[in-house]
């Protein structure tokens, strides 16, 4: 146990760090279907890229997120889509939402490519950018990226969140031919890009492999980050007799916990062997251990193990998107409502200082049936480390659970192991409930985790790009 980090003694912490740009910066554009309000994730790590790409880059940004912000220094551009609602929602109403499954693709967003693209190409022959970035997903705006590079001659760099041969993270296809789809898309994305940036050493080898030799060299590991500006502000101290254990972000699962066995019906069974009709499943993904349920339950152990802990272990999720009368329900169910509360989404700011108060913090991640390593890693796990908060991962083997392994302050368990979630919840809540809380300095991780230091790989990826290229508007 070390003393708790203090944002004084890391000299990155500081307001010189905020970005700023050179009169004589080249223009890049960049797009960026989701920025703020928005409040996933891939929109909060938009906004902390592209703020400090502004230290050497005039940005232009490409929106599709209505009312996008970035700073007064940028220049965002939106462009609604071309979605038709109305039609959608009638084939939905028709209960035929299995044919959009099919001829949708690769997202929704697939009707924001043409207007973002006349856009596109508008503003940079306007703004005579030296290089074109893409924030993926949507997968769809990869194609706009790509688009715009065949008809500018402007190298072209793809960061992709998810890759689309995460089985993780896309477990399922519609079709034996839609998954054929989706492995040439992601190659034809390698081939068309002349950088592209994964957030997963797994799921970059994994792609690699299959790629010629002369493509290998396009491919760069930059995982995602933490703002430390984000953890700068002191924490107020809350003094309490509880225990408190937190997740920020949104959880799945709900609907494997929302009927009881008797409330499965027929015609429900029908309908759910009707929308797996003639899809391709690649791995089976047990959804059950993204939910609170299993850490709940964990809780509940803890405190039956320990009677003078009645009713003073609590577990509180941030970021819940679901319905409230689903949560409410599946709480109810699994007799849980007086040890898990769960609340909407709030802002970023809020949700990390929530975390920073928290006694434990969770990060958990659906299971992989087969036991099988997978490339998912939780953006949340790079928060967190920012942070001297003890953190149990339930996560599956693979990247999110070899990246944590040899971490401080860290409890590695499997995603539905309640018996050793209650081990670590009962010896993290005794040194709570004695006096002296665990806390870890993870003061050497934090520059490597900072946005601050993660964007100059960036600017050697583009640095190297534009000095190569022969393109000039």
């Not at 996008?68 to 039609?87: M, T």
């Not at 953006?379 to 991962?393: G, N, Q, V, W």
Request: contains cysteine; aromatic residues 12%.
């Amino acid at each position: 146990m070390t003393k708790s980090i203090s944002s004084k003694n890391n000299t990155y912490f500081t307001t010189s760090n905020v970005a700023s740009k050179s009169p004589h910066a080249q223009t890049l554009f960049c797009i960026a279907h989701d920025l703020p309000p928005l409040r996933e994730p891939i929109a909060i790590r938009a906004k902390k890229l592209l703020t400090q790409f502004q230290k050497h880059w005039q940005i232009n940004i490409l929106t599709g997120t209505e009312n996008g912000y970035l700073n007064e220094a940028a220049s965002v551009e939106f462009v609604k889509s071309w979605y038709p609602k109305r039609l959608i929602e009638f084939i939905g109403k028709l209960k035929l939402d299995k044919l959009l499954m099919f001829l949708i693709w690769p997202d929704s967003k697939i009707f924001w490519f043409i207007p973002a693209l006349i856009k596109g190409y508008q503003l940079i022959k306007r703004q005579k950018c030296s290089a074109i970035f893409v924030f993926m997903m949507p997968y769809s705006a990869g194609l706009v990226g790509i688009a715009l590079k065949w008809l500018t001659g402007l190298p072209l760099v793809l960061s992709l969140d998810d890759s689309l041969s995460c089985t993780d993270m896309h477990p399922v296809s519609a079709s034996w031919l839609h998954h054929q789809l989706e492995r040439w898309l992601e190659n034809f994305y390698v081939r068309q890009a002349d950088a592209i940036v994964y957030v997963s050493q797994f799921n970059l080898e994994l792609v690699k492999k299959r790629q010629p030799k002369s493509q290998q060299s396009k491919f760069h590991l930059i995982r995602c980050g933490a703002d430390p500006l984000d953890f700068s502000t002191p924490v107020d101290s809350v003094v309490s007799e509880s225990f408190k254990i937190v997740y920020t972000g949104g959880m799945n699962g709900w609907y494997d916990f929302y009927h009881r066995p008797e409330e499965h019906t027929l015609p429900k069974k029908l309908y759910r062997a009707w929308m797996k009709l003639g899809s391709y499943e690649r791995i089976k993904i047990d959804y059950r251990s993204s939910s609170p349920i299993f850490i709940g339950k964990a809780a509940q152990q803890a405190m039956s193990q320990n009677p003078n802990w009645e009713n003073k272990i609590h577990v509180k999720i941030y970021g819940n998107s679901f319905p409230e009368s689903v949560v409410q329900k599946v709480l109810q169910n699994q007799n849980l409502t007086d040890v898990v509360s769960v609340f909407g989404a709030l802002p970023h700011s809020q949700a990390i200082q929530n975390a920073r108060q928290a006694d434990l913090l969770l990060i958990t991640l659906p299971n992989r049936a087969d036991g099988s390593s997978g490339g998912r890693i939780s953006c949340k796990t790079y928060e967190y480390l920012m942070s001297d908060r003890p953190i149990l991962a339930a996560v599956p083997k693979g990247e999110n659970w070899d990246y944590l392994k040899d971490k401080p302050g860290v409890w590695l368990v499997e995603p539905t192991d309640t018996e050793a979630m209650a081990q670590v919840i009962a010896q993290v809540a005794a040194a709570k409930f004695s006096g002296s809380p665990l806390t870890f300095d993870r003061t050497a991780l934090q520059q490597e985790l900072s946005y601050i230091n993660l964007v100059e790989n960036y600017f050697q990826i583009l640095d190297k790009l534009c000095s190569n290229s022969t393109v000039t508007n």
